[in-house]
């Protein structure tokens, strides 16, 4: 049974005639894992907590299956919620045929947001995610950036929650060779996505990286400095697509100001 704190509103939770025991609750509230015979063996189960209330056998052998724990972050973070439907109990799958990378975000908590990465087959061997450096004077560790390369990114897609379709960004068309992504660190949200006009990943394209066209990379394209509170980045873009996917530059700027969680506050 599950009840309120105050004893009220008690009601059947396993409800099956069958034994169940030793109930553990994640460290969420949104799952009670415990041992149960429903399967005719002694198993361990998880079950939701909220509507529909679904439950999962998680052990399926000869063995008796007792005390299960879920307080090891391991067991809060195994979400996968990209992607086609049926993973994740109704949630989605991270990667598939055309989105080879991504970028996780977790904190001492576990699982905070995934951001996929798509990119044609043919030019997943060349894609490569570099850290960017960010300005010693900025406003400290609130926002973080990466560059991402390939021969051509089509778009990127974020986590928007169990079982909601994500959130997609569309880089522009012709695809980009190059994207600066800037996340929110308190959440890990992807806040900021700025794609390279004509770039070509030296790696991605073939070209021997000692070349002149290794100078065409995207790092060597972007420029990062501090103008008071504000994150000045420069370079050549041909979109500049904001917190919630809009590409508010559609025809290219030279220039975009972020806020100090990533905000764009304005493009030049």
């Given at each position: 049974?599950?009840?309120?704190?105050?004893?009220?509103?008690?009601?059947?939770?396993?409800n099956?005639?069958?034994?169940?025991?030793?109930?553990?609750?994640?460290?969420?509230?949104?799952?009670?894992?415990?041992?149960?015979?429903?399967?005719?063996?002694?198993?361990?189960?998880?079950?939701?907590?909220?509507?529909?209330?679904?439950?999962?056998?998680?052990?399926?052998?000869?063995a008796?299956?007792?005390?299960?724990?879920?307080?090891?972050?391991?067991?809060?973070?195994?979400?996968?919620?990209i992607g086609?439907?049926?993973?994740?109990?109704?949630?989605f799958?991270?990667?598939?045929?055309?989105?080879?990378?991504?970028i996780?975000?977790?904190?001492?908590?576990?699982?905070?947001?995934?951001?996929?990465?798509?990119?044609?087959?043919?030019?997943?061997?060349?894609?490569?995610?570099?850290p960017?450096?960010?300005?010693?004077?900025?406003?400290?560790?609130?926002?973080?950036?990466?560059?991402?390369?390939?021969?051509?990114l089509?778009?990127?897609?974020?986590?928007a929650?169990?079982?909601?379709?994500?959130?997609?960004?569309?880089?522009?068309?012709?695809?980009?060779?190059?994207?600066?992504?800037?996340?929110d660190?308190?959440s890990?949200?992807?806040?900021?996505?700025?794609a390279l006009?004509?770039?070509?990943?030296?790696?991605?394209?073939?070209?021997?990286?000692?070349?002149?066209?290794?100078?065409?990379?995207?790092?060597?394209?972007?420029?990062q400095?501090?103008?008071?509170?504000?994150?000045?980045?420069?370079?050549?873009?041909?979109a500049?697509?904001?917190a919630?996917?809009?590409?508010i530059?559609?025809?290219?700027?030279?220039?975009?100001s972020?806020?100090?969680?990533?905000?764009?506050i304005?493009?030049?």
């Amino acid at each position: 049974m599950v009840a309120d704190a105050g004893g009220t509103a008690a009601r059947n939770f396993s409800n099956t005639p069958d034994r169940n025991e030793h109930p553990a609750w994640s460290g969420d509230a949104n799952w009670i894992a415990f041992d149960s015979e429903r399967s005719g063996n002694e198993d361990i189960w998880l079950q939701q907590t909220q509507a529909p209330f679904h439950a999962f056998r998680i052990t399926a052998h000869a063995a008796d299956d007792r005390y299960p724990h879920l307080g090891s972050p391991t067991a809060q973070i195994e979400r996968v919620l990209i992607g086609a439907p049926g993973s994740d109990w109704g949630g989605f799958d991270p990667v598939w045929s055309s989105a080879y990378a991504g970028i996780c975000a977790y904190d001492d908590d576990g699982y905070r947001n995934f951001v996929r990465i798509g990119v044609a087959a043919a030019h997943a061997g060349g894609l490569q995610i570099t850290p960017m450096a960010q300005p010693s004077a900025f406003m400290g560790p609130q926002l973080v950036g990466a560059l991402v390369e390939a021969t051509a990114l089509v778009n990127l897609r974020e986590d928007a929650g169990r079982g909601c379709e994500p959130r997609v960004w569309l880089l522009g068309s012709p695809n980009p060779g190059a994207a600066v992504l800037y996340f929110d660190t308190s959440s890990g949200k992807l806040v900021a996505a700025l794609a390279l006009r004509d770039v070509v990943y030296p790696a991605a394209s073939g070209a021997d990286a000692s070349s002149a066209d290794a100078a065409r990379s995207g790092a060597d394209r972007v420029r990062q400095r501090v103008e008071g509170d504000r994150l000045i980045v420069e370079g050549d873009f041909s979109a500049v697509c904001d917190a919630e996917g809009r590409n508010i530059a559609p025809g290219g700027t030279t220039g975009v100001s972020l806020g100090e969680r990533g905000t764009v506050i304005d493009v030049r």
